[in-house]
């Protein structure tokens, strides 16, 4: 096989490694090798003065028996020391007849994220002449702009899984992202902000268009700052506006919904397969197969393809994202949801991309809707409690809604709720969705992977906002 | 399970020699090399099963350069001899695309070094590596069984126990002449669970500690009994009306707070404007009782250390004292950039002087107090000091707790939450390395319905 290269592998050293994995009679095993390739470039305070680069290699093994798991890995991948790992992860199994490993063929997998100009032929140079005219453009958009500070990124990652029902699976993620940052000054006050955009795409994703509107971004979102101000405090009609907005769902319904939680019994939404828990007209994807995506991916990390799985279908909760050993324990087909941070980390049921369908009313029926409200533009971070359903998100900038219209802006602020109550009062979808291009990270049980999110506008009737009384 | 050969971090110093000295060869002015290498074994157990089993050493190499003046920073986990000498190759070269700043360049050798001995800050426990994979699997059992015998276990429909421990050895070379080398163990149990109420809510809570020595460690019926007592704090929640209320602020969730100053006060934030502490050193940014201290020589620190990120030898510092901010944290770079002397890039412990009454007693006296147990979600904005929080807690009336809640955001301002600082309780918590007792706040902005 070509990419057996890249990690210098033989087939007879990868069916040594499963069949150690599977010695002591576990119900099945995976091996995950990863390459890694990371350069980084960043210009403050008029140089670009930092670059990064980061090599990882390695092989994570996973030993399976019924819900329980071993893992091990290393970053040596000599035969050696990867059966050594196989060894130690093995140990989770009790001892038993050991299952063979059947013959491994390759499994082609759709191409979601195709590279018209690959970050291994895009020298240093071009790298520094980007992000310093990036800065350029940021200064002369404004006189009020005192500091920016520009950054690119890219990730090559190159991973082959192989399965002991003989499935392997070679996949190449390319991720790149960049964001500007700006401080500006404006009678005697500053304020700060910053955009940014993450694609799975070569350079090519840079172009001026795309360039334009992230350096407009990040100029538009720190000067509103100069005239907003601390919203109201308390229960209020909330609008969210098209696109980021998504991190509502991925907090308020996305990782309820993600399986080991069901399975353990320790999500709100437990035991509510087939019910209502939303109006009609909601209906909510995971959906791993956005061309380019963030989120997106060909093969989740247990070698399953990645699929767009509805989980809210017109108000009826229809699936959990599921790996493997959640797909068994509901006895339903995995939705390709199982990744992984790294070969040092095991697999979890996880989101890729999270929004929300379009519905039938336009952005502007919504606000007019509201009589006094908040809408919410941009946002930073969320967090949820699983369990009891509480979640929150974090505010960078929106609106006051009075009588119909957006009027004062306002920033920084906390708003919170309760997942299964907010979502019993999504009162309007609008139909305008939009798939966020912002650089999103996941975080559960200390590991990070990258997501996508998005949303209509959407009209919540009330949830509480952090603000001033 | 690692590349490279030994036991001992003798074979960490010659890796991070040979690399410093092929750095250089290659072109590079000033190279500084850590290695390390670590060994990590996690265990969880639920329903009277392991339910996941880890372990992995681990063996990585950074490395930052100065060619030309020109700075860059480099990792990789592929220490062999072929590829890490294409690695800095590479570096070295991406290096010299970029634009020189002499503030980069290393400290003066003679101001590096181990600021406190390894025997004082204790950090690494040799009862380590005698732990056997059995002597772990029934800790985990233990600590299962002390959940399983508390009065209420019938209304737990779920609980997860985990225990890890690891040890880590790293070596530190330069080419301003700092040699350092350090080794830690780190050990951490934890009980996660969760309860049902009417209504299909299920509030989870966890108890979790952590410190560089097992014996540390609380016993495992604390731990079972403190989970649970958080987790009933969690039934039957919900927001009480918006308005100022005091706050107590308990000690294991206080670093969220005090976190507010951490951004505002750091070298990168005020040479990019983006500090709502610029020019404030010297000046009262508090109450005159509010005082914290960053100290990385204490024995047993989770956050102590020997040496900072510039390898200056780690000294304890004033933050605020008395409500008057002392210091900020300035890397050499920063320091060198805003023409200030340099402090340290990064905080190690957070030290905040207990006072002389327990919580029970503060609690006592209050009418009307929110206690402020964990939070959720939230976030700052580091240029005007504003900042909003989600969080979960009590209502406490004259030392009665009188209502759980939940769905309630707080928030304020930098620099003002240190002037509403009233008082801290005699009970610092010493697993974290943010050490604070619990604090009072008056007049904090809540708000619910």
């Known amino acids: 096989m ?16 499963l069949n150690d994995a599977l010695a002591r009679g576990a119900d099945d095993a995976d091996v995950y090798f990863e390459h890694l390739n990371s350069t980084s470039v960043a210009l403050s305070d008029g140089k670009v003065n930092r670059a990064s680069t980061n090599v990882d290699l390695g092989l994570g093994v996973r ?58 032929k895009v020298d240093m140079a071009t790298r520094v002449g980007l992000v310093r005219s990036w800065e350029q453009m940021t200064f002369a958009a404004d006189p009020r702009v005192k500091k920016v500070e520009t950054m690119l990124a890219d990730t090559q990652k190159h991973v082959l899984i192989v399965r002991p029902d003989g499935r392997m699976v070679y996949d190449y993620q390319p991720m790149t992202r960049a964001f500007v940052s700006v401080t500006a000054e404006s009678h005697g006050k500053k304020e700060s902000a910053m955009a940014n955009i993450a694609q799975r795409q070569g350079i090519e994703l840079y172009s001026d268009d795309q360039v334009q509107a992230m350096v407009k971004k990040a100029i538009d979102h720190t000067m509103i700052l100069f005239e907003a101000g601390k919203p109201p405090a308390g229960e209020m009609t909330v609008v969210l506006g098209a696109g980021s907005s998504g991190i509502l769902l991925h907090e ?60 809210i ?58 009589q006094n409200g908040i809408y919410c533009s941009t946002f930073s971070n969320g967090q949820v409690q699983i369990g009891a359903g509480d979640f929150a998100f974090y505010v960078r900038h929106g609106y006051l809604i009075e009588n119909g219209k957006l009027t004062r802006p306002i920033k920084d602020v906390n708003i919170i709720g309760n997942g299964p109550k907010v979502l019993e009062t999504v009162q309007m979808v609008g139909n305008d969705l939009e798939i966020d291009i912002g650089g999103w990270t996941c975080g559960k049980d200390g590991q990070s992977v990258p997501v996508s999110q998005g949303m209509p506008t959407v009209k919540v009737e009330k949830l509480s906002v952090g603000g001033a009384a | ?207 979790h500690y952590g410190a560089n020595h097992q014996s540390d460690l609380p016993n495992v019926a604390f731990l079972a009994d403190e989970a649970w007592k958080r987790a009933e704090q969690r039934l039957a929640s919900g927001p009480i009306a918006s308005g100022r209320y005091p706050m107590l602020l308990e000690n294991h969730a206080a670093g969220r707070i005090l976190g507010v100053i951490g951004g505002p006060l750091s070298g990168s934030e005020l040479h990019q404007g983006r500090s709502c502490l610029a020019g404030k050193k010297g000046a009262v940014i508090g109450s005159s009782k509010f005082s914290l201290y960053d100290d990385p020589t204490i024995p047993r620190g989770i956050g102590s250390r020997p040496w900072d990120g510039d390898a200056f030898r780690a000294r304890p510092m004033p933050v605020v004292e008395s409500g008057v901010l002392q210091n900020y944290y300035l890397s050499l770079y920063y320091a060198r950039k805003l023409g200030m002397d340099p402090t340290s890039g990064g905080r190690s412990n957070w030290v905040v002087p207990p006072g002389q009454r327990s919580v029970a007693a503060i609690l006592k006296d209050m009418p009307k107090c929110i206690v402020v147990t964990g939070f959720l979600g939230g976030n700052g904005n580091g240029v005007t000091g504003d900042f909003s929080y989600g969080i979960q807690g009590m209502l406490y009336e004259n030392g009665e707790a009188t209502a759980n809640l939940s769905e309630m955001n707080i928030s304020g301002n930098v620099l003002e939450i240190f002037h509403q600082f009233e008082e801290s309780a005699n009970d610092p918590y010493l697993y974290s390395s943010v050490r604070s007792p619990s604090l009072v706040f008056d007049g904090v902005q809540f708000s619910g319905v």
């Open chain 2, 1 to 207: 399970m690692s590349g490279a050969s030994g036991a001992g971090s003798s074979s960490l110093m010659n890796a991070a020699v040979e690399a410093h000295d092929l750095a250089r060869t290659l072109g590079a002015d000033e190279v500084s090399v850590s290695v390390s290498r670590s060994s990590e074994i996690s265990l969880q157990r639920r329903a009277g099963k392991l339910e996941q089993s880890q372990r992995a050493t681990s063996l990585g190499l950074s490395v930052s350069l100065l060619v030309g003046d020109r700075f860059s920073s480099h990792s990789t986990s592929d220490l062999r001899p072929e590829a890490l000498r294409a690695f800095l190759e590479r570096a070295v070269d991406a290096t010299r695309a970029l634009e020189p700043e002499a503030e980069r360049r290393q400290a003066d050798g003679a101001l590096c070094g181990r600021g406190t001995p390894d025997e004082v800050l204790d950090q690494n426990d040799s009862t380590w590596s005698a732990l056997s994979a059995s002597d772990r699997g029934e800790k985990a059992r233990e600590l299962e069984a002390a959940v399983d015998a508390l009065p209420h276990r019938n209304r737990i429909i779920s609980a997860t126990v985990a225990l890890g421990d690891s040890s880590s050895e790293s070596v530190r070379v330069m080419t301003n002449g700092f040699v350092g080398e350090h080794r830690g163990t780190a050990f951490g149990m934890s009980v996660e669970m969760t309860l049902e109420e009417p209504g299909g809510r299920r509030p989870e809570a966890w108890s």
């Open chain 1, 2 to 17: 070509p990419w057996f290269s890249q990690f210098g592998l033989t087939e007879a050293a990868i069916r040594q490694v």
């Open chain 1, 252 to 311: 308020a319904i996305g990782h309820g919904l993600e399986a080991d939680f069901n399975r353990k019994n320790i999500s709100i939404y437990a035991d509510k397969i087939g019910q209502r828990i939303a109006p009609k007209g909601v209906t909510v994807v995971d959906d791993g197969t956005l061309p380019w995506a963030r989120g997106s991916i060909n093969t989740d990390d247990e070698a399953n393809p990645a699929e767009k799985t509805v989980m």
């Open chain 1, 63 to 120: 030993v399976v028996v019924g819900d329980s798991v071993g893992y091990a890995y290393t970053e040596d991948l000599s035969l050696a020391s990867m059966r050594e790992a196989a060894q130690v992860a093995a140990e989770i199994a009790a001892g038993g007849s050991p299952r063979p490993v059947a013959a491994i063929t390759s499994r082609r997998m759709a191409d979601r994220y195709p590279v018209t100009k690959p970050w291994e």
């Open chain 1, 313 to 370: 279908e017109d108000g009826i909760l229809r699936s959990y994202l599921h790996d493997e050993i959640s797909a068994r324990h509901y006895k339903v087909a995995p939705t390709g949801s199982g990744r992984r941070e790294s070969f040092r980390s095991p697999v979890l049921p996880r989101m890729r991309a999270t929004y929300m369908e379009n519905g039938s009313y336009s952005p502007e029926e919504i606000i007019a809707s509201v």
